[in-house]
């Protein structure tokens, strides 16, 4: 069973930046779809970020959409997602899942991501 693992939370003051990584253990990435959700206290998880299996295509939430980038390195079983301009209401539980039945789509549906890591804690604020 895939086992997704998330790195790189932490404190960072708004404007700042932070680079979340999501590896997977004893399985491969390669032919799965990758999606970064987050869920912020008293809120609904929401869609963030989405990448096809070959990186080929990429989708974002409007809230972050040119403040985030979405990477993968399929070499070092990795996907990484790249925050900048980072503002208070980006704190949240940011979790990547993956799921190898469905496409990066725009709606970024959480019910079509089977495989869930445990999450991390990114907090913005000064």
């Known amino acids: 069973q895939l086992q997704l693992v998330e790195s790189g939370g932490g404190l960072v003051q708004p404007g700042g930046s932070l680079r979340l990584s999501c590896t997977a253990s004893?399985?491969?990435?390669?032919?799965?779809?990758i999606g970064w959700f987050r869920q912020a206290p008293g809120k609904e998880r929401e869609g963030v970020s989405c990448i096809s299996s070959s990186g080929g295509r990429t989708n974002y939430a409007d809230l972050v959409k040119s403040r985030f980038t979405i990477s993968r390195d399929n070499a070092k079983n990795t996907v990484y997602l790249q925050m900048n301009s980072l503002k208070p209401e980006d704190t949240a539980i940011y979790y990547c899942a993956a799921t190898a039945a469905f496409p990066c789509t725009p709606a970024m549906i959480s019910d079509d991501y089977a495989y869930w890591g445990q999450g991390t804690q990114v907090t913005v604020s000064s």
């Open positions: 004893v399985s491969t990435l390669d032919y799965y779809t």
